[in-house]
């Protein structure tokens, strides 16, 4: 299976832009579904994107919608998620996840069985 590594976090000011990766090692990295997550302090980990096998299916937590972007290199084996117009209530531990799935796109922690470690996000208002 794969194993992730997120990077790109860092503080920024509100409105200002910051882009994620997730490297991914590991063989058959495009027949899995990817995933980023966040978690604020004292709150439960909660869905922002998703994108299908080909990069052709995302989806999108409405709070993001417009202002994150994400996408995939299969060739790479990398996951971005674009963040534009950062508000301070996106401030959080940001996660990319896997999930070996042929068939469908999850947008729930649970449905992801491989996780990253996380990197931080600070928004200053």
């Known amino acids: 299976q794969v194993q992730l590594v997120e990077s790109g976090g860092g503080l920024v000011q509100a409105g200002g832009s910051l882009k994620l990766s997730c490297a991914a090692s590991?063989?058959?990295?495009?027949?899995?579904?990817m995933g980023w997550f966040r978690q604020a302090p004292g709150a439960e980990r909660e869905f922002v994107s998703a994108i299908g096998l080909t990069g052709d299916s995302t989806y999108y937590q409405d709070s993001v919608k417009g202002r994150f972007t994400i996408s995939r290199d299969n060739d790479k084996k990398i996951v971005y998620l674009q963040m534009n117009n950062l508000r301070p209530e996106d401030t959080a531990v940001y996660y990319c996840a896997a999930d070996f799935n042929i068939r469908y796109t999850p947008r729930t922690v649970g449905g992801y069985d491989i996780w990253g470690q996380g990197t931080q996000v600070t928004v200053s208002s």
């Open positions: 590991g063989p058959s990295f495009d027949l899995y579904a």
